[in-house]
């Protein structure tokens, strides 16, 4: 083979072999810089609450102040597209479905229990991380084995409902001048809405041990969204009139109807007690007592879980914890015109939430 042909032969295979780690060159650049274009854009995060109830938007409102904390701000590096389920299990997963179809997010946020069980049906199969807030009995509806566990899935978060067991304690304590000689007979009044049932069904199950109260399961249909507030609180009072001769109080169960304040309203109007609801602001409105974890602490949590997820960690190795402190209130009027006397201890562990 004439020289000049060898020489030609072997720049092909030369032009050829630089063309390739051009080629290879150009798409490890191109890979980095879509990767870094995307590691560019802000977080988009999908808020979903389960209705309008101010202890839900706090919630939002406190997991969007510990993400500010952290670093993530809003029109920087963050967004959020904060959708309202109406307290309806088909407009939950509708708003969702609607807009996962229009653009992926980064993390979806579920607020209370039946818009987390919605997500979780939708979500459950796909890779974005599922965190929840104020949902009750995460164990119960399946979304990790037991508290303290991670999930092992896409789903991982914070719940802030204080054991039966222990309100039951406190309540006991709260009540003991009244129930030496004979038990307190306490109807619960839950509608069939997820956590109101589990707290329900928890708290007759303790009931078989305790000799100082008897409780009472008032069940009545939960029926979603706002406009049948009214129709859900009709069907609340009726199943406590039915059975106005078997209870000495009432404790207000987990979930939409032991937030509404019209209720406490007409209880309080009816002469009939309550003693025990899951907010603060019930115990200000008369109710003797609560236990509970504030939308502030676990709002916080949360965007910490959240932060750990962006920095890479998987949301089913992050454990499903409760949080470290609980907040008791204790209104003394209440106990005054029910003739209880509050132990010492139990106002110290109250502190500055005792209300008259």
């Not at 309008?52 to 029109?75: C, H, I, N, S, V």
């Not at 109101?196 to 008897?214: C, F, G, V, Y």
């Not at 509970?292 to 949360?302: D, H, P, Q």
Request: hydrophobic share 45%.
């Amino acid at each position: 083979m004439p020289f000049y042909a060898r020489i030609t032969k072997g720049n092909h295979k030369f032009i050829k072999l630089v063309v390739a780690l051009y080629i290879l060159l150009a798409s490890i650049l191109g890979l980095s810089v879509i990767s870094q274009a995307k590691a560019d854009e802000p977080k988009r995060v999908v808020i979903i609450e389960t209705m309008a109830l101010p202890a839900l938007q706090d919630a939002t409102k406190w997991f969007r102040k510990g993400m500010t904390e952290l670093g993530y701000l809003e029109g920087q590096n963050i967004e959020y597209i904060v959708l309202n389920a109406e307290g309806s299990p088909d407009i939950s997963s509708a708003i969702l479905t609607n807009e996962l179809k229009s653009q992926k997010p980064d993390m979806v946020v579920s607020i209370a229990t039946l818009a987390t069980r919605e997500s979780y049906k939708i979500l459950k199969n796909q890779d974005t991380p599922l965190v929840f807030i104020l949902v009750s009995y995460p164990e119960k509806e399946g979304f990790v084995r037991a508290i303290g566990e991670a999930s092992g899935t896409n789903i991982t978060g914070k719940t802030h409902i204080v054991p039966p067991a222990a309100k039951i304690e406190v309540v006991r304590q709260a009540l003991k001048s009244l129930t030496v000689k004979s038990p307190m007979r306490i109807g619960i009044v839950n509608s069939t809405y997820p956590s109101a049932l589990s707290e329900t069904a928890q708290i007759m199950e303790i009931d078989k041990d305790i000799d100082e109260l008897s409780f009472i399961d008032l069940n009545f249909k939960y029926l979603p969204g706002q406009e049948n507030r009214a129709a859900l609180r009709k069907n609340a009072l009726e199943i406590i009139e039915q059975n106005r001769s078997n209870f000495d109080a009432l404790w207000l169960a987990t979930g939409p109807m032991g937030n509404d304040a019209e209720i406490l309203k007409i209880l309080k109007e009816k002469k009939i007690p309550v003693i025990f609801a899951n907010n603060t602001e019930a115990v200000k409105s008369g109710v003797l007592m609560s236990m509970i974890s504030n939308s502030k602490v676990n709002g916080i949590a949360v965007a910490e879980i959240a932060d750990q997820i962006f920095k890479g960690k998987n949301a089913g190795e992050i454990p499903v914890t409760r949080p470290n402190s609980y907040l008791v209130s204790i209104n003394i009027t209440t106990a005054t015109e029910l003739g209880t006397v509050i132990p010492s201890a139990l106002l110290k562990l109250a502190g500055k939430n005792i209300y008259r």
